[in-house]
């Protein structure tokens, strides 16, 4: 199973309340310090709730990072998230 796949069921197990959006940005950093923009190492997580509900923005990204410790031992690099 590639990365995006393993992060997509890792927050949706974990995020149940929201729409989740993933997309590989590593091709936007190719060039970066001989960086070749593949391996799925830069990636944006997009997060729309699906209720109104009051949200921690804080909480949500903290949540996120430690489900994905390990991703970033295995070559993650960069994690963006938003949260509408």
């Not at 197990?13 to 830069?42: R, V």
């Not at 909480?59 to 998230?81: D, F, W």
Request: aromatic share 4%.
């Amino acid at each position: 199973m590639d990365r995006m796949q393993r992060i997509k069921n890792l927050l949706k197990q974990n995020f149940t309340e929201f729409h989740i959006e993933i997309q590989d940005n590593s091709n936007l950093h190719a060039g970066h310090n001989k960086f070749d923009g593949l391996g799925e190492t830069h990636i944006l997580i997009k997060l729309k709730s699906i209720q109104e509900i009051k949200i921690n923005r804080l909480e949500v990204h903290r949540k996120i990072n430690q489900l994905l410790s390990t991703e970033y031992t295995n070559g993650l690099h960069s994690l963006e998230i938003k949260i509408n």
